[in-house]
């Protein structure tokens, strides 16, 4: 069993930053993998970064690389998502999703994560 607690979110200007957090508790070793997605109401949810935790590989959508960064601190078993140059398009839902045995293919695919985070709101607003 894997728990996730958010922490983070806010409403920031358009070019403004924020971090996200998602604190894990249980077993984070072996293939475990943390990913992060948003949604917006009417909408699945979308894709945004995800970290291999194990070797600190890195994966981006195309719509947050580069502003964007997803880290983890191991000891702490905590990941971050740290957003810069937030655009009114990165509005929604944040939600930091995990698993211990998914493997490379199925991180960018939110069916394949077995535990959630509760979700938080960041809204990118003028």
């Known amino acids: 069993q894997v728990q996730l607690v958010e922490s983070g979110g806010g409403l920031v200007q358009p070019g403004g930053s924020l971090r996200l957090s998602c604190a894990a508790s249980g077993r984070t070793s072996g293939s475990f993998a943390m990913g992060w997605f948003r949604q917006v109401p009417g909408q699945e949810r979308e894709f945004v970064a995800a970290?291999?935790?194990?070797?600190?590989?890195?994966y981006y959508s195309d719509s947050v690389k580069g502003r964007f960064t997803i880290s983890r601190d191991k000891p702490k078993s905590t990941g971050y998502l740290q957003m810069n140059r937030l655009e009114l398009e990165d509005t929604g839902v944040y939600y930091c999703?995990?698993?211990?045995?998914?493997?490379?293919?199925?991180?960018?695919?939110?069916?394949?994560?077995?535990?959630w985070g509760q979700g938080t709101q960041v809204t990118v607003s003028v």
């Open positions: 999703a995990a698993d211990p045995t998914i493997i490379q293919s199925s991180l960018f695919n939110a069916r394949h994560y077995d535990y």
């Open positions: 970290i291999k935790w194990s070797s600190g590989h890195t």
